[in-house]
């Protein structure tokens, strides 16, 4: 069984940074994709990035490429979620969700089957 804890998110003003941190536990096999995936009251849960840890493969939605970047430190079983030039869109609850997406489907939230809490981010203008 795979768990999965997000943390490291808070409030900061429009242009700030915040990283947040997924700590992964339970077995995980190579071909395992870590995402982040946010939602905002109202609105439906969108993927945001996502790692393919076992070739270090990384796919961004449109909306952040170019501010948000993930990453990995495969020896403590940790992803990053480093965003950058954070807006007041950004402003949602952030989830981490670990699975095995097909067909290219690396954003889709149907394609992961473990997801961990919530870490809400606020971005003030």
């Known amino acids: 069984q795979v768990q999965l804890m997000a943390s490291g998110g808070g409030s900061v003003q429009a242009g700030g940074s915040l990283r947040l941190s997924c700590a992964l536990s339970g077995y995980t096999y190579s071909g395992t994709s870590v995402g982040w995936f946010r939602q905002a009251p109202g609105k439906e849960r969108e993927g945001v990035a996502s790692i393919y840890r076992s070739i270090n493969s990384t796919h961004y939605a449109d909306s952040v490429k170019g501010r948000f970047t993930i990453s990995q430190d495969n020896a403590k079983n940790l992803v990053f979620l480093q965003m950058n030039s954070l807006k007041p869109d950004d402003t949602a609850m952030y989830f981490c969700?670990?699975?095995?997406?097909?067909?290219?489907?690396?954003?889709?939230?149907?394609?992961?089957?473990?997801w961990g809490q919530g870490t809400q981010v606020t971005v003030s203008s």
């Open positions: 969700a670990a699975g095995s997406p097909h067909g290219g489907m690396w954003l889709d939230q149907y394609e992961y089957a473990h």
